[in-house]
């Protein structure tokens, strides 16, 4: 019974964390990838050869088929 009960608490509590972050998300999925790709490109010396833009683009169309 208890570890039903602690399973049923963590799933509740992600997705309840899932939820409010998808409501109090700052910026648009777009603009936070663009983010995220100009932090690689700047902090991590080993990834400026890769062509970031090309692998988030691929990553999103797994994602969302409809994405341009």
Known sequence: M???SLA???IGGAVAGAAIALLLA???GCDTR???SRFI?????GCKDCSLDE???EIAAK??????
């Open 2 to 4: 208890k570890n039903s």
């Open 8 to 10: 049923l608490a963590l």
């Open 26 to 28: 700052p910026e648009k």
């Open 34 to 36: 663009k983010a995220i």
């Open 41 to 45: 490109k700047s902090h991590c010396p």
């Open 55 to 57: 692998i988030t683009e």
């Open 63 to 68: 994602i969302d088929p409809t994405a341009d």
